[in-house]
């Protein structure tokens, strides 16, 4: 590093002038890294009185970065052209020390010229720590303001709350639907989202408005499933912050159709229920077609909506009658179907 020389030595020098020599390799490439650290102090500086104060993080953060590139691309640029000559390889090496230097006493030893007087230097160094003091106490209170902001937000009370929505699907019964075969809709209070298909625990959260009621519904039922509610699912409203939770229970119920085969013989028959066979129309019966079997029947699972039962088969000289043996299905309902086969009398 070039040493500065005390001021009174300096009218010593401009009386008595002497020969120059040449700058050594050493002092011109101490020169240019002297020259490299007062363009980065200067390029520090301006990034910091364009983007500290107004708080702009990533531009302030660009700048400097770019400060730093630079500062180190002149250290090598000059590391490699005046190789071993060079004291100091990495931006690091006496950092502070090149954060002081004054931009006029780098030109002059870069010219190969003698120090000129400091008091210059002095006064731009003096102006500009205490630029950088003015710049780091207005920080210093911008961010007491944002801790003071942020303490103020967290005592306020949110003005949301929260309602988590499961669908819970019961098969046990024999169904094959998912949750998102039922869509789910959240009425009122300003509900986000308010429609969207169900989904099993953890289920969707839905951000509504405190204080105000909502009503909970199901779009589009898988059929043969009977749904209700559990929880918190809009009969009171919910307290800012509260985080609720509401389980739509949808539990496969299949119909249950009854089917008994009677047979008289009261006129000399012979024949049996399982002489004709059953034949049930629905949806999804199961099983759908079987022996006549005498009371207590058989149990089919049918589908809601429509049915209807016939039959098939079994000897002659037999009338067939039917009693609740078609209609509709509703979700769980018990049906019973009765088909009477009887012997006609011989013709005398």
Known sequence: MLRRVPILLIPLLILVPAARAAPTRAQLCEAALELAAARYARCRLLAEQRYSKSLDAERRTTALTRCSRN????????????????????????????????????????????????????????????????????????????????AELAACPPNVAHLIVNVAVHNERGGTATASDFGVHVGGAGAIPSSFPGEAAPGTIVTVTPGQTFLMAVTNPAPGYFVSFLGSCGSEPLAPGAIATCTVKAEYLPARLHVIKTVRNDDGGTAVASDWTIHVANANPSPSSFPGTASPGVEVAIDVGPYSVTESGGPDGYQASFSGCSGTAVVGGVYVCEIVNDDVAPTP
């Open 71 to 150: 500062l180190a691309e002149a250290f090598a640029r000059a590391t490699a052209k005046y190789g071993a000559d060079c004291a100091a390889t990495e931006p690091s090496s006496a950092f502070e020390e090149y954060l002081m230097q004054c931009t006029d006493d780098v030109a002059a030893a870069a010219a190969g010229a003698e120090l000129p007087d400091y008091a210059g230097c002095a006064a731009e160094l003096a102006a500009c720590t205490a630029n950088l003091a003015t710049c780091s106490a207005e920080l210093e209170v911008t961010v007491a303001d944002l801790e003071a902001c942020e």
